[in-house]
């Protein structure tokens, strides 16, 4: 199986700065990394897949970068509406589909 | 526009069963391929269980492989998640997502289940 862990845990950003989160893979998961956004009470939605594609309808200020077994998902300037919890997940080799345990990016 | 409703969830006693669907509309529901993904609460998010658009493959997360099934019915738009032998750690926000070059580009708003006496 293979683990995907995030970092930090929590982040700590003021609105209008720059977030940049990170996922690490076990191994190699080529570019067969998404990330998904999750506000309290809310069901996960899609941000990006493969690895810097964005979906229908996320802002450009979502980037995502990285190959491989290290990611990145920035942030460019944060509005109010960002924070959230943001999880990685890979489906480069299946089952199962991996999830990374969460960043939580939080006011400053 | 695409909507993904779970219902069945509720209250089980341990060791019992429980079938979850997840109805869907707005595409064209017999050629996706369909997730189970749950969360535990104040936890992060657990893949449970795959099925192929025309349900002729299925994979499970080792945590269920066994005891839940999933499947689909294509001319009823909807599928299903038979749950049994449910313990405490079955306790969760189960969502139904469809699939997008391997992720999940939709998701419901989840159906809860509780597994406790």
């Known amino acids: ?108 | 526009q695409v909507q993904l409703v779970e219902s069945g969830g509720g209250v089980v006693q341990p060791g019992g069963s429980l079938r979850l669907s997840c109805a869907a509309s707005g595409f064209t529901f017999s050629g996706y391929a369909l997730h189970w993904v749950r969360q535990a609460p104040g936890k992060g998010l657990e893949w449970v269980a795959f099925i192929r658009f025309d349900g002729t493959n299925t994979y499970y997360a080792d945590s269920v492989k066994g005891r839940f099934t999933i499947s689909r019915d294509n001319s009823k738009n909807t599928l299903y998640l038979q749950m049994n032998s449910l313990g405490a750690e079955d306790t969760a926000m189960y969502y139904c997502a469809r699939d997008l070059s391997g992720t999940g580009d939709f998701w419901g708003h989840g159906t809860l289940v509780t597994v406790s006496s």
């Open chain 1, 1 to 108: 199986e293979i683990v995907m862990t995030q970092s930090p845990a929590t982040l700590s950003v003021s609105p209008g700065e720059r977030a940049t989160l990170s996922c690490r893979a076990s191994q190699s998961v080529s570019s067969n990394l998404a990330w998904y956004q999750q506000k309290p009470g809310r069901a996960p939605r899609l941000l990006i897949y493969g690895a810097s594609t964005r979906a229908t309808g996320i802002p450009a200020r979502f980037s995502g970068s990285g190959s491989g077994t290290e990611f990145t998902l920035t942030i460019s300037s944060l509005q109010s509406d960002d924070f959230a919890v943001y999880y990685c997940q890979q489906y480069h080799k299946w089952p199962p589909r991996t999830f990374g345990q969460g960043t939580k990016v939080e006011v400053k």
